[in-house]
């Protein structure tokens, strides 16, 4: 993934997002997804949703394909400019499956999910949990093989179902799609063979997943919750 200009949606080197360390090392030297699974942590603010976001904008943008809800990107436009102003180089022909999974959009797209499905026994996805709608979305991948992008999926999960996500992550690479997920969760960054992506003060960090801070920060919570809670 690069940098492009567009004569249609001028480039502001003075745009917010640029003040992102993770961000401006986007711009200045692009990024490469190496591995099926990439995780990206950080702290609130780092710019990991900014930054999947703007990979979810910039892949639906090359589409020729009818754009619908499966690559919404939050339906009444993007939170900012940025994906118009990125290239996304990979497979040819581009796979059109795939999609982009966050809280914002997530009931649109199993709305749209369900308008497509016989009725049958099973309950509609957005007749199910938050959670047990999510995992059976992904087992079922209405939208098939391709780019698969979450943003914090932990937010609608166990513990239990945080590990049933990894295998479902598993079974789509294994499958041929890549994936590129956002998470806070130690669990989440886990996943087998996946490049971590650490968005610090100083741009992008490759450390081990033992190495991360939320890692070292659940350990010592779950360890001594006490010394945490003492000082609220």
Not at 45 to 74: N, P, R
Not at 106 to 120: I, L, P, V, W, Y
Not at 218 to 226: A, K, M
């Amino acid at each position: 993934m690069r940098p492009r200009e567009s004569l249609a949606h001028p480039f502001d080197p003075n745009a917010w997002y640029f003040d992102l360390p993770a961000i401006a090392e986007l711009r200045d030297e692009g990024l490469s997804f190496a591995a099926p699974v990439t995780v990206i942590v950080g702290e609130n603010g780092a710019g990991k949703s900014t930054l999947v976001e703007a990979i979810a904008s910039s892949w639906e943008g090359g589409l020729t394909a009818a754009k619908d809800a499966m690559w919404s990107t939050g339906g009444s436009g993007e939170d900012t400019d940025l994906g118009w102003h990125l290239w996304c180089g990979g497979m040819r022909p581009r796979p059109h499956g795939g999609c982009f999974l966050r809280a914002e959009s997530m009931h649109q797209m199993f709305a749209a999910a369900d308008g497509g499905r016989a009725r049958d026994d099973d309950q509609a996805f957005n007749e199910l949990s938050h959670g047990q709608s999510f995992l059976r979305y992904i087992a079922e991948r209405p939208i098939g093989v391709g780019l698969w992008i979450m943003d914090e999926p932990e937010a609608a999960l166990s513990f239990q179902s945080c590990l049933a996500l990894i295998g479902a992550i598993n079974d789509l690479v294994a499958e041929g799609s890549q994936v590129v997920m956002a998470t806070h969760s130690p669990v989440l960054a886990a996943c087998p063979g996946a490049d971590i992506w650490e968005l610090t003060d100083d741009g992008i960090e490759t450390p081990d997943w033992g190495d991360l801070d939320i890692v070292r920060n659940w350990r010592r919570f779950l360890d001594s919750p006490e010394m945490f809670l003492r000082h609220l």
